[in-house]
């Protein structure tokens, strides 16, 4: 069953700028670690659309090519179309990181078994989708 969020409280809006706010000041110190810990607070507090846009700069700093592609393409799925630079970099960046990541398809004879791929849990057998993986070797 599924459980219906309770609306955000003024507390937690002032809670998740808070996280936002000090986010933003460890980005521009080069702590991209420490930013992204007070980006997915925030997005946890409040899940606004917005936050992804914060995750995905972050996580391309950190070179989580795979999460920042999903970050900017959620954050664009999510928010209006309106023109603003912010979503002009969201598309850009989502053009770049498509060149940069592959896409496998797994198929298995078996029904329900769990899919890891270097050590994470990816979902059960039959994937839906394709799962996006950077370059390179990967256990599966």
């Not at 050590?119 to 070797?137: E, K, M, N, Y």
């Amino acid at each position: 069953s599924t459980r219906a969020r309770a609306q955000p409280t003024e507390t937690d809006r002032a809670s998740a700028l808070e996280q936002l706010r000090l986010g933003a000041e460890l980005f521009e110190q080069g702590e991209y670690r420490a930013a992204l810990v007070r980006f997915e607070e925030a997005y946890r507090t409040v899940p606004s659309p917005k936050i992804k846009f914060n995750l995905g700069q972050t996580l391309r700093r950190l070179g989580r090519d795979v999460e920042a592609l999903d970050a900017f393409e959620s954050y664009l799925a999510d928010t209006p179309v309106e023109r603003s630079q912010r979503r002009q970099e969201a598309e850009s960046a989502v053009v770049e990181l498509q060149r940069q990541v592959g896409a496998v398809r797994l198929e298995s004879a078996v029904a329900g078994a769990d899919v890891l791929i270097d050590g994470r849990h990816v979902g059960r057998t039959p994937l839906a989708a394709s799962v996006r993986l950077t370059p390179g070797f990967h256990q599966i």
